[in-house]
């Protein structure tokens, strides 16, 4: 999911007093990618606050960044307010099971996110049951890898009930 982005503006759309912006269009940028560039937490958090005030950004990519669960809690608050990511990317971002909860909580509640990218970071059973949880009232969620994470039997049994059919979801290669 990642892809090639010279640099990144997330552009607020509202004014400090609530009105919407008109934002011309060559300021509209509609995916980002940051993979790989020592983010970590502080800088997740940092990217989540911008979330929150951002209506154009489609896609984000985190990827090989030190996230880790502070970053994760962060992005799902973000998510929560944010109604215009479809694809998000934390692969190999150190989330563990109290983000990827937090990410499931926002599922809850988002309805634009179609495309989570969670693959080979550290989350185990109980972030894949929340996770599972979650897909139970969100029914947007297209495509989910969670590929190299830490789920064994009770967290994959609960993800194939929960998936229920939707087209690609892929929990294989989990140690």
Same mark, same amino acid.
């Given at each position: 999911?990642?892809? =090639? #982005?010279?640099? #990144?503006?997330?552009? =607020?759309?509202?004014?400090?007093?609530?009105? =919407?912006?008109?934002? =011309?269009?060559?300021?509209?940028?509609?995916?980002?990618?940051?993979?790989?560039?020592?983010?970590?937490?502080? %800088?997740?958090?940092?990217?989540?606050?911008?979330?929150?005030?951002?209506?154009?950004?489609?896609?984000?990519?985190?990827?090989?960044?030190?996230?880790?669960?502070? %970053?994760?809690?962060?992005?799902?608050?973000?998510?929560?307010?944010?109604?215009?990511?479809?694809?998000?990317?934390?692969?190999?971002?150190?989330?563990?099971?109290?983000?990827?909860?937090?990410?499931?909580?926002? &599922?809850?509640?988002?309805?634009? &996110?179609?495309?989570?990218?969670?693959?080979?970071?550290?989350?185990?059973?109980?972030?894949?049951?929340? &996770?599972?949880?979650?897909?139970?009232?969100?029914?947007?969620?297209?495509?989910?890898?969670?590929?190299?994470?830490?789920?064994?039997?009770? %967290?994959?049994?609960?993800?194939?009930?929960?998936?229920?059919?939707?087209?690609?979801?892929?929990?294989?290669?989990?140690?």
């Amino acid at each position: 999911m990642c892809f =090639p #982005c010279g640099s #990144c503006c997330l552009v =607020p759309c509202l004014a400090d007093n609530g009105a =919407p912006l008109a934002v =011309p269009a060559e300021r509209c940028v509609l995916g980002c990618s940051l993979g790989c560039n020592s983010l970590g937490d502080a %800088g997740a958090v940092a990217v989540a606050k911008g979330l929150t005030v951002n209506c154009t950004i489609r896609t984000l990519c985190l990827s090989w960044n030190s996230v880790g669960d502070v %970053g994760a809690v962060a992005l799902a608050d973000a998510l929560k307010k944010n109604c215009t990511i479809t694809a998000l990317d934390v692969q190999e971002c150190q989330v563990a099971d109290a983000g990827a909860t937090a990410i499931a909580s926002a &599922l809850v509640v988002n309805k634009s &996110l179609r495309d989570l990218n969670l693959k080979r970071n550290m989350i185990d059973d109980a972030g894949v049951i929340a &996770l599972a949880a979650a897909l139970k009232s969100n029914k947007t969620i297209a495509k989910l890898n969670l590929v190299h994470n830490y789920a064994r039997g009770e %967290g994959i049994a609960a993800m194939i009930t929960a998936w229920g059919g939707r087209a690609v979801g892929d929990l294989t290669c989990n140690p």
